[in-house]
């Protein structure tokens, strides 16, 4: 069974930071990224990384504070995201989709998630 594994989410003032980690228990090639829910809205596509690290892909507004990364060829993923404001409190989720696919094919289909992991950002 394929786990994804999440960490480093948390309580922060606006203008703060934090990194996102989340590794997955398969060692097949996975495009890698996440997503986020804010309470009473709809899951949002935020970033992507290719198998190879080398192509990224964000969602609308996401790729001005929010930087994606993962070490070529492995099976973890980071999400760095800077300057975070109120409006970025959410649970964001780990996603994958198995594949050498381009970052973009994860807004299209995810085939696992993660448990998701809550960030919180105070004013």
């Known amino acids: 069974q394929v786990e994804l594994v999440e960490s480093g989410g948390g309580l922060v003032q606006a203008g703060g930071s934090l990194r996102l980690s989340c590794a997955i228990s398969?060692?097949?090639?996975?495009?890698l990224g996440w997503y986020r829910q804010a309470p009473g809205k709809e899951r949002e596509f935020v970033a992507a990384?290719?198998?190879?690290?080398?192509?990224?892909y964000y969602g609308d507004s996401m790729e001005n504070r929010f930087t994606i990364s993962r070490i070529t060829g492995t099976n973890t993923v980071y999400l760095q995201m800077d300057n975070l404001k109120p409006e970025d409190t959410a649970v964001y989720y780990c996603a994958a989709r198995r594949g050498s696919w381009g970052p973009r094919r994860l807004a299209e289909k995810t085939d696992y998630w993660g448990q998701g992991t809550q960030v919180t950002v105070s004013s």
């Open positions: 398969d060692s097949n090639n996975y495009v």
């Open positions: 990384v290719n198998w190879l690290g080398d192509y990224t």
